[in-house]
């Protein structure tokens, strides 16, 4: 393994462990600001494994997560399902990236709209269309991480453990 793929597989795991504290977050605040993170990180490890269409995405999404810590405003909701329609119709080259970007459309319903329950259920769905995109291209902290991401809000839905009441917008 050359070590650019090395770099970026060190990468999608450092990724991976921002994005399992932000899953482990009662609070919507912590929850929001660490997947910020994540998928910064993450659109790095994306970039280095050749997957543009990923990456743009993962942009995509840390850039919807920051909009969202300050503004609900469903108008970006339209803004960003058409941005991440339009990345995939430019750059997929494979089946398995529309199931990224389809959870990328679904997660900016759910930053925008959700809080509380109905965000981490939306957010269960994504991480489940992104674990298919994660077989298709290989990324094993992605595997890894939407694998656990599902076990961790399958079992905090069942316990109900998160609060919204910390996330305020104007």
Known sequence: MATI????????FI????????????????????????A??????????DSMVLATIMLLSGLRFAISLKSRRKAWVWLFVGGALLQGLALAQYWYEWFAIVAS??????VFVTRGKRLRESLLLCNGLNL?????VMSWSTILY????????????LKSEFNSSQLQHQ
């Open 105 to 110: 459309m679904i997660s900016s319903w759910a």
């Open 15 to 38: 990724s991976m462990g921002i994005g399992w504290y932000a899953v482990s977050r009662r609070d919507d605040l912590g929850f929001i600001s660490f997947n910020l993170a994540s």
């Open 146 to 157: 939407c694998s656990g991401t599902l076990v961790t809000l399958a079992y905090r839905l």
């Open 5 to 12: 793929d090395w770099l970026a597989q060190a990468l999608g």
């Open 132 to 136: 298919i995109n994660a077989v298709g």
């Open 40 to 49: 910064l990180i993450a659109s790095l490890h994306f970039a280095l494994l």
